[in-house]
């Protein structure tokens, strides 16, 4: 299986002498093309800070980290950002739409800053909505849309640019269980592919039957993964 994901050895520190605080501890993990891989454990433990390391936000205080086939912490900074741009979609916990731009300005937002014109930007994330079935609220702003619109369109924004790698952090904590695997679907439907990997930060129970690989950190530290369910495949394959 080709990687998304190679991580050896890596650790990273914050802080210095006294205040020094370890929040990853020489972890090593794979994730492959293809795969929604879920980062599980207790608050604290590290997940958040891995998929920043992961996603180039931050630099391992040592390892070797592989992302896309290629060492993102080798690369000048100028590089990482472009490779990130090009590469990398984010979808947040609390969606971060811009309340002064619309619907599609917001989708469009990854566009803009790789340089693209308004109009092609704009007409290209109005296709996207269309196909989302929110075409008749493209020009709306956040504030006139319901959640489950809001987060749409916060997928469609981590998805305009086509990314190969997608990393969701906690997006179903605030939501029940109804929406939580409403949220799931809609992931799996617009993410989940085999030239795409996935990662999903959580520690929402009621969704890991859609990974096809959980792992499990705690201390951070990788205490063991192992094989999901895979039912966000199941359900990308069946769209």
Do not use: Y
């Amino acid at each position: 299986m080709k990687h998304a994901v190679k991580a050896r050895g890596i650790s990273k520190w914050f802080g210095r002498n006294e205040a020094r605080i370890q929040a990853l501890r020489r972890l090593d993990l794979n994730i492959g093309m293809g795969e929604l891989a879920m980062l599980v454990g207790p608050s604290g433990c590290g997940k958040t800070t891995l998929i920043s390391v992961i996603a180039g936000l931050l630099e391992p205080s040592e390892g070797d980290l592989e992302v896309l086939g290629e060492l993102p912490n080798r690369m000048a900074k100028k590089e990482r950002i472009l490779f990130r741009r090009r590469n990398l979609g984010f979808v947040f916990q609390q969606f971060n739409l811009l309340p002064a731009l619309t619907a599609a300005e917001n989708v469009a937002a990854p566009l803009f800053i790789s340089g693209w014109k308004r109009g092609p930007a704009v007409e290209k994330a109005e296709e996207l909505l269309a196909d989302l079935g929110l075409g008749d609220r493209t020009h709306a702003l956040p504030s006139q849309l319901s959640g489950g619109q809001q987060q749409r369109i916060a997928m469609a924004r981590a998805l305009i640019h086509n990314p190969r790698l997608v990393v969701c952090d906690e997006p179903t904590s605030a939501l029940d269980a109804q929406a939580g695997r409403k949220v799931m679907e809609l992931l799996a439907e617009l993410a989940v592919r085999p030239d795409r990997a996935v990662i999903v930060v959580t520690h929402d129970s009621r969704v890991l039957d859609f990974a096809d690989t959980i792992a499990h950190m705690d201390d951070g530290r990788i205490t063991h993964v192992e094989p999901g369910a895979g039912m966000a495949r199941e359900l990308a394959v069946n769209q």
